[in-house]
C-alpha cells in the first residue's frame, strides 16, 4: 500500500513531533511491515484502568526458590520456552544433559564457568550467550555458581539475523563466535579426572538417563557446520544512528521461527535537538514482547532492577514511563543490558512465575 497523510504528521518517524505532541508507532511484523506514525496530543498509555488479560506484566525472579539443575519455567508457547536453570558449583560433574525438545540458547546472568560438549571445551562468564544445537551433549563445569535465562527453540534452528544493507558483519561480527576446543576438553578431563558417564535426554521435558562404563566426552576428531557456540555482549556492536532512534528489531541477534532474541547495550543517546531521545511510544501488532533485564541503569522504566521481567502482549500500546522524559535531558547515554524475546505466537504464564508478578505494574505509566 501506498503513503498518505493528513493533519499533522512529520516527515520523519522518531524526529521533528511538534511540541506538546506525542508520537505512537503503529506497524506489523515487528517493525519489518507496513508502519504509521501517529500524532496525538496525549500519551497512548493514559489509561486510567484495565481489565482482562491483555494488560501489561511485570514479574520479580529474584525470589524464584533456586531449584538447581533443573529448568524453571517462565513463559512458553509451541515455538519457545523461556525458563530459568541455576548451577551449583562443581569440580565433578555427575552428567550430562541432550536436549531432543530443540535448540538451547544460554544467557549467563551470573557466574562463570565450562561447558564440556562431544566437540570440546567452551568458555562462559557473566554476559555470554551459549547456542548449544539440539541433542549436543553438554556439562556444565561450574566455577561460579551460576544462573541461567533459558530460551529454547521448540521448531527451529537459531539463526544469525539478516543484517540486509549494513552487511554481514554489523552488531556482530561472525568471527566473535567462541568455538569448542577439543585439546582444551582433553586436558581438563585430564587435570580434574572428569569423566561423566550419565547422560540425561530431554523429550516433551521428560528426562530419560542413559549410562555408561566410560565418559561419554570422548571424541577424539570432528568436522562438520554443527556445533555449539558462545556470543559474549561485549562482542555485540550496537547499532546507532546520532540523529534519529532506531527500531529495536536493529538489535536483533537471534531468529528462529515465530520468534527473535534481541540484545539492548550501552549506547550513546541521539543528538539532534529535535530528535526522539527515548523508546517511542508503539503498538507491535502481531508480537508478545518480553524483556528481560540483565544489567544497568533501565532508564525507560520505573522501579525496576535486575532479574525482573515485563511482558507486553501484542496490541498493547506501550513505551517509556514519565520518569524517561525527564532523566533523558540528563543523559547522553544509555546504561542498560537486556535481553527481549519477541514471539509471534501469545505466551502462556507458568504458575511459578505468576506468583512473582507486580500487580500495579499497569499504573506505572500514570504520571
Known sequence: MHQYSQGKFT??????????????????????GP???LIKPQE???????????RPHLFDTVPIEKNYQKFQRLLYNHDVVVSLLWEKINLDPEGALRNADGETLY????????????????????????????????????????????IESRGSMFREPDRGMVGKNAFYDPASF????????????????????????KREDLLTQFFYDQCVFDTV???????PVTLHVDDLMPMMSHRVHLPPSTHTTFVANNFVVCTFLPRLI??????????FFHQNIDYDEVLFYHDGDFFSR??????????????????????????????????????????????????????????????????
Request: aromatic share 12%; net charge positive.
Open 221 to 227: 576428531g570432528w568436522k562438520g557446520d554443527f556445533f
Open 107 to 150: 544467557f549467563v546472568h551470573q557466574g562463570a564457568g565450562k561447558i564440556l560438549t562431544e566437540y570440546g571445551l567452551l568458555d562462559y562468564r557473566r554476559g555470554s550467550y551459549i547456542l548449544i544445537p539440539k541433542c549436543v551433549t553438554h556439562s556444565f563445569y561450574v566455577e561460579q555458581e551460576t544462573q541461567f535465562l533459558v
Open 270 to 279: 541521539e543528538t539532534d535537538d529535535d530528535a526522539l531521545k527515548v523508546p
Open 302 to 367: 520505573d522501579n525496576l532492577h535486575s532479574g525482573m521481567i515485563t511482558l507486553h502482549p501484542a496490541g498493547f500500546p506501550h513505551g517509556p514511563h514519565p520518569k524517561a522524559f525527564k532523566n533523558i535531558l540528563k543523559k547522553v547515554m544509555t546504561n542498560e543490558y537486556a535481553v527481549m524475546v519477541d514471539t509471534w505466537n501469545p505466551l502462556k504464564i507458568d504458575p511459578l512465575l505468576e506468583k512473582h508478578e507486580v500487580a500495579e505494574y499497569w499504573k506505572s505509566w500514570k504520571k
Open 178 to 201: 567462541g568455538k569448542p576446543d577439543l585439546e582444551k576438553l582433553l586436558d581438563l578431563k585430564k587435570q580434574k579426572h572428569i569423566a561423566v558417564k550419565k547422560i540425561s535426554i
Open 35 to 37: 508502519v504509521s506514525h
Open 11 to 32: 516527515t520523519q518517524g522518531h524526529k521533528g513531533i511538534p511540541a506538546g505532541h506525542f508520537e505512537e508507532e503503529q506497524g506489523r511484523k515487528g517493525f519489518f
Open 44 to 54: 497512548p498509555t493514559r489509561w486510567n484502568k484495565i481489565e482482562g488479560s491483555l
